[in-house]
């Protein structure tokens, strides 16, 4: 079955620290790849999408994600985390074989200590 | 662009009430998603629409739910009779599927609480 995996449900970092959150899926064939991020009692708002191209992709926020389609991931990183990063990351994954069903992770949630 | 507008943003009902809510997609958008977000199944695709007309509903729980998207700017997602277990936060999301890639923008969803 299609799933996407993260493999962090909880993690607390201090400020400052550096980022990295696992992603990965088990979709063959052509895959669109996104980020979401979930500030507590905001809707989702997209980090960051792959579609094609340079793997290493850049956000907003100093988010960045590298796709790794050998190993099926996408994982999340930010060299310095702020306080205000402090949300529910999701990553996301539409496949082409699958129609235009984006499938989500079941999050992550970062808590940055000041 | 005002975004995906969704209404009630709260709404608390007892068990067995109808229960209807709304979403208008952003203009010429051509898609259109019902997500629901719980603590216990994180975020769960209900049904989407394409051009207006459902493509995939296998997300949808039982006949109690339903959506309809009389037209490209309104959706709604009826749930009758409401239980408690349908407790949730209830998601709209809108994009442009075209020959690019698709990129969902979504509401700010009706938090559901049923007694």
């Known amino acids: 079955a299609q799933s996407v995996s993260q493999h962090n449900h909880h993690v607390i970092l201090s400020e400052a620290a550096s980022l990295e959150l696992g992603c990965n899926y088990s979709?063959?064939?052509?895959?669109?790849l996104f980020w979401y991020v979930q500030y507590p009692g905001q809707h989702l708002q997209l980090l960051l999408k792959?579609?094609?191209?340079?793997?290493l992709v850049k956000g907003i926020k100093g988010f960045e994600a590298e796709f790794i389609k050998s190993k099926f991931s996408f994982n999340l990183r930010k060299p310095s985390v702020q306080w205000s990063d402090t949300a529910e990351y999701f990553c996301?994954?539409?496949?082409?074989?699958?129609?235009?069903?984006?499938?989500f992770g079941a999050g992550t949630i970062l808590r940055v200590k000041s | 662009d005002a975004g995906v507008i969704q209404s009630p943003r709260h709404e608390v009902t007892e068990m067995g009430q109808e229960v209807t809510l709304r979403c208008k997609p952003i203009?010429?958008?051509?898609?259109l998603f019902w997500y629901r977000q719980t603590m216990m199944r994180g975020l769960e695709l209900l049904i989407y629409?394409?051009?207006?007309?459902?493509?995939?509903d296998s997300g949808m729980p039982e006949d109690r739910f339903s959506a309809k998207m009389p037209n490209a700017s309104f959706s709604t997602l009826k749930i009758q009779p409401s239980e408690p277990r349908d407790s949730a936060v209830y998601f709209c999301?809108?994009?442009?599927?075209?020959?690019?890639?698709?990129?969902?923008?979504f509401g700010a969803g009706s938090r559901l609480t049923v007694l």
């Open positions: 629409f394409n051009n207006n007309v459902p493509i995939d």
């Open positions: 979709y063959g064939g052509t895959v669109n």
């Open positions: 203009s010429g958008h051509n898609s």
């Open positions: 792959y579609f094609s191209g340079d793997p």
């Open positions: 996301a994954v539409i496949s082409m074989e699958y129609g235009n069903k984006l499938v």
């Open positions: 999301a809108s994009s442009f599927l075209g020959s690019g890639a698709n990129v969902l923008t």
